[in-house]
């Protein structure tokens, strides 16, 4: 490829400006500056790339360049305007680059998450409360025994209303417990963030506010941790004073299952 960029004599940039490509000495210059490495090993799928492939020739070379024409100085008004164009070029690679590597980054950190598991401290749950102030758990909890109430859907609202209501009727007058309805929003109603929050302050008494955490971040993340299945459950997680998980529960309003649950707080209250 160094071959075609020397037949080339001059190419277009992305942005459409010109550049000169020639032999200087034993070494090939694009405008002033020296081009330190070419040939970097590519490929392509057929005809149809050959614009592409040219275009990542020129644009590579670009990146290869950028740290000798930093330092190279040449004279006169012409040179001048060579060198600007060549240093907005590299500083647009170079942020392409960047961003580049930043998605790729992304994509590796952002593997699959673990189920939770009795007996672990809960991962960072970020969110607002409809007051909103930040809000992260299980710092949130404040040392109580919690019980997050997780729903993914719009229909998951109504497990998630009766398991609070049967939760609040017995602890709500021990200052040693709290729960936390956790609406989990994904996909594109995101957008619609600020109309979702009004309405749920709208349909929520205001001293509720602080019970209730909107979550609009690393659902999918959270789908996996919880071992979502049904779009209609409630997922039910109670942590200690300590923010580890030590109960969960998956499914509809269940006198079988609440009767467990009100058995671990008892047990962790009586053991304070």
Same mark, same amino acid.
């Given at each position: 490829?160094?071959?075609?960029?020397?037949?080339?004599?001059?190419?277009?940039?992305?942005?459409?400006?010109?550049?000169?490509?020639?032999?200087?000495?034993?070494?090939?210059?694009?405008?002033?500056?020296?081009?330190?490495?070419?040939?970097?090993?590519?490929?392509?799928?057929?005809?149809?790339?050959?614009?592409?492939?040219?275009?990542?020739?020129?644009?590579?070379?670009?990146?290869?360049?950028?740290?000798?024409?930093?330092?190279?100085?040449?004279?006169?008004?012409?040179?001048?305007?060579?060198?600007?164009?060549?240093?907005?070029?590299?500083?647009?690679?170079?942020?392409?680059?960047? &961003?580049? $590597?930043?998605?790729?980054?992304? %994509?590796?950190?952002?593997?699959? #998450?673990?189920?939770? !598991?009795?007996?672990? =401290? *809960?991962?960072?749950?970020? &969110?607002? $409360?409809?007051?909103?102030?930040? %809000?992260?758990?299980?710092?949130? #909890?404040?040392?109580? !025994?919690?019980?997050? =109430? *997780?729903?993914?859907?719009?229909?998951?609202?109504?497990?998630?209303?009766?398991?609070?209501?049967?939760?609040?009727?017995?602890?709500?007058?021990?200052?040693?417990?709290?729960?936390?309805?956790?609406?989990?929003?994904?996909?594109?109603?995101?957008?619609?963030?600020?109309?979702?929050?009004?309405?749920?302050?709208?349909?929520?008494?205001?001293?509720?506010?602080?019970?209730?955490?909107?979550?609009?971040?690393?659902?999918?993340?959270?789908?996996?941790?919880?071992?979502?299945?049904?779009?209609?459950?409630?997922?039910?997680?109670?942590?200690?004073?300590?923010?580890?998980?030590?109960?969960?529960?998956?499914?509809?309003?269940?006198?079988?299952?609440?009767?467990?649950?009100?058995?671990?707080?008892?047990?962790?209250?009586?053991?304070?």
């Amino acid at each position: 490829m160094a071959k075609d960029v020397l037949k080339l004599g001059s190419a277009k940039t992305v942005e459409g400006d010109s550049i000169t490509i020639q032999t200087a000495g034993n070494g090939v210059m694009i405008n002033n500056a020296h081009v330190v490495k070419a040939d970097i090993a590519a490929s392509n799928a057929g005809r149809e790339f050959e614009k592409r492939e040219r275009a990542c020739v020129t644009n590579f070379a670009w990146l290869r360049v950028c740290v000798a024409s930093s330092t190279h100085s040449g004279g006169g008004a012409e040179t001048g305007r060579q060198s600007g164009r060549l240093k907005k070029e590299c500083r647009n690679m170079m942020a392409w680059a960047l &961003g580049l $590597f930043a998605v790729v980054a992304f %994509a590796l950190a952002s593997g699959p #998450a673990s189920e939770l !598991v009795s007996g672990e =401290l *809960l991962p960072a749950l970020r &969110g607002e $409360f409809l007051t909103g102030r930040e %809000a992260v758990l299980p710092q949130a #909890a404040d040392r109580r !025994v919690a019980l997050l =109430l *997780l729903g993914f859907t719009y229909e998951a609202r109504f497990p998630v209303e009766a398991w609070a209501s049967r939760f609040r009727e017995q602890f709500q007058s021990d200052p040693r417990v709290t729960f936390f309805e956790i609406p989990m929003i994904a996909g594109l109603a995101k957008l619609a963030k600020w109309f979702i929050d009004s309405g749920m302050r709208r349909g929520t008494p205001r001293e509720d506010y602080e019970h209730v955490i909107t979550v609009y971040r690393e659902v999918d993340v959270w789908k996996q941790r919880v071992h979502y299945a049904d779009p209609n459950a409630a997922y039910l997680i109670l942590l200690d004073g300590t923010g580890k998980v030590v109960w969960r529960h998956a499914g509809g309003f269940d006198d079988q299952a609440y009767a467990a649950l009100s058995s671990h707080v008892s047990a962790f209250l009586i053991g304070e």
